[in-house]
């Protein structure tokens, strides 16, 4: 398993590839053939196997929902048994096939605007690739922990770094791997986030010194004030758990390590609670 992140053309890419003991024939059947992709994708697809041909994604846990701009696509390159790309709402696939010797590779290429979220798109591509394998009927895979392989390509991909504003105030976007309300109950502790009290511990960082809670909204967002600025962080769902934003206004540059130190050592224990 390979996997590489870029920039190209304003948007992020994700490169992944996984050889396969199988020819390109069985391989291309379990990634165009919904009866086949049932068993590894991660929503149900009802696809027009042509050039230009409509595609429906559908989650399991919402198959009444009605099909939105997100949950639709296009086929816009169709070579079999090579190659198929196709749009997913914002998101472009493209999956490749290429022979050897003993079977065949298979290379993801997905291009996107969130690159925030690459470790999770990452990991949840590892499962998908893990389950594609024990669908072809190879040798058992063991099942990977999600949250381990989420937590590995943050670092790898330096999603935990935090960037200086223009401003001079600095801001972090970091998906979490637990929901929202976990983490608020998590930073919170057995404090209440109340306007007018003191932040609770979970909510500030070694150095900085905090004045009151200026505006609360459980479990998505809490504002207080501190010598050096304003410090907000803001909660919302994400994929495959929370998204943290957590703003401090300027000048904050002296307060990047400390606060990137704060959110990994939350992320870490998140990674590792039971919730």
């Not at 920039?7 to 379990?30: D, I």
């Not at 096939?97 to 990991?123: E, I, K, N, Q």
């Not at 637990?178 to 930073?187: D, I, M, Q, T």
């Not at 009151?212 to 909204?217: A, E, L, S």
Request: proline share 6%; aromatic share 8%; with cysteine.
């Amino acid at each position: 398993m390979t996997e590489t992140l870029s920039t190209e053309n304003g948007r992020t890419v994700l490169r992944m590839q996984r050889s396969l003991r199988h020819p390109v024939e069985k391989v291309w059947r379990a990634i165009t053939e919904p009866r086949e992709l049932a068993g590894w994708f991660p929503a149900a697809v009802e696809l027009d196997l042509r050039l230009d041909g409509p595609i429906t994604f559908t989650f399991e846990q919402d198959p009444g929902a009605p099909a939105d701009t997100q949950s639709r696509g296009v086929i816009r390159a169709y070579e079999p048994p090579r190659l198929i790309e196709y749009t997913w709402g914002d998101e472009v696939l493209c999956w490749e096939l290429t022979p050897a010797d003993d079977g065949c590779v298979l290379h993801l290429t997905a291009t996107y605007d969130d690159r925030p979220g690459s470790a999770s798109f990452t990991s949840g591509w590892i499962l998908c690739f893990d389950a594609l394998e024990r669908v072809l009927g190879g040798s058992a895979v063991q099942e990977k922990e999600y949250a381990v392989l989420h937590e590995h390509f943050v670092k790898v991909y330096g999603l935990d770094e935090g960037v200086v504003l223009d401003d001079g105030g600095i801001r972090f976007e970091r998906q979490l791997v637990r929901p929202k309300e976990a983490v608020w109950e998590l930073l919170t502790g057995a404090a209440t986030a109340a306007v007018g009290a003191a932040p609770p511990a979970g909510f500030v960082a070694k150095g900085i010194d905090p004045g009151p809670v200026t505006d609360v909204v459980v479990p998505e967002r809490l504002t207080y004030t501190s010598s050096d600025g304003e410090v907000t962080w803001t909660l919302r769902d994400g994929n495959g758990g929370a998204r943290l934003v957590l703003t401090q206004t300027g000048p904050a540059a002296d307060h990047l390590t400390t606060w990137r130190d704060h959110i990994e050592s939350l992320a870490a224990e998140l990674a590792g609670a039971n919730y």
